[in-house]
């Protein structure tokens, strides 16, 4: 990340207290693309065929790009002059906003790839509608990251439909993944007290509306994979509001060891 902080479209005229949701709001946005973008940048040199290894490499590259840009526009909103790298790299795990969903372990490549599928679900639906938000800054940054989202549905549905419909081990595996990650799927569309706010105020969506097409796209996906939707499973959450697993530590160990043991550090 460069250390200048760029303009996005700009902050718009807002009251303190809109303002400071908006900033709330964007930096869960932020977050949650950092979060799992630095999860599939692991799988760097280790995926289980060339092809597959750059296409998460790619979809990781996707997600830093919109994670750059969230920050750039939190920056703004905030304005006290931090930069993207100020509130990626110097913020604690109490004050990360992402869903518990995308900080899970990669585990093999049928959790990767399921955990991919129920994030960008949501992720594509979620971006299609910002892109009408009256919100300036977020309409532009959701229709830069839609073609990408679009790109990354289809991949990770693709492959959830090849696992499930594939050989015994595959199915197992997907099958498997779908166990031990479903549980997280649901606080996605829990909306928050800030979530809420701002879909009062119009600049969000309703998430009932999202949560709607995800289960009819889940339902098709899992229907051509030969797998069951789980039905009445207990639904973790708190990520979003800053109450996470362990792993999120660990996360941030590794991603903030450099700017916090050389602060201000140029390349």
Known sequence: ????????????????????????????????????????????????????????????????????????????????????????????????????LVEQPNGDFADTVLRQFLFDGFH????????????KGLAGIAAKSFKEASYHLKWSSEWVIRLGDGTPESKSRIQKAIDNLWMYSGELFMMTDTEKQLAQQGILPD?????????AHVAKVFAEATLEVPQNVFMQKGGKTGRHSEHLGYILTELQ???????????
Not at 25 to 44: K, P, V
């Open 1 to 100: 990340m460069d250390l200048q902080n760029k303009p996005t479209q700009g902050v718009q005229e807002y009251s303190p207290e809109l303002r400071a949701l908006l900033l709330d709001y964007t930096l869960q946005l932020a977050d949650t693309s950092l979060i799992l973008g630095h999860r599939l940048s692991e799988w760097c040199g280790h995926g289980p065929i060339l092809e597959q290894d750059l296409a998460m490499a790619n979809i990781a590259l996707d997600l830093i790009g919109e994670t750059r840009s969230l920050f750039q526009y939190a920056a703004e909103l905030e304005g006290k002059g931090h930069t993207e790298d100020d509130l990626a790299y110097l913020r604690d795990a109490v004050e990360y906003k992402n869903p518990l």
């Open 124 to 135: 594509f639906q979620l971006l299609q509608q910002l892109q009408n938000t009256s919100d």
């Open 207 to 215: 998430y009932a509306g999202l949560k709607e097409q995800w289960d």
């Open 257 to 267: 060891y450099l700017q916090r043991s050389y602060p201000g550090l140029e390349w």
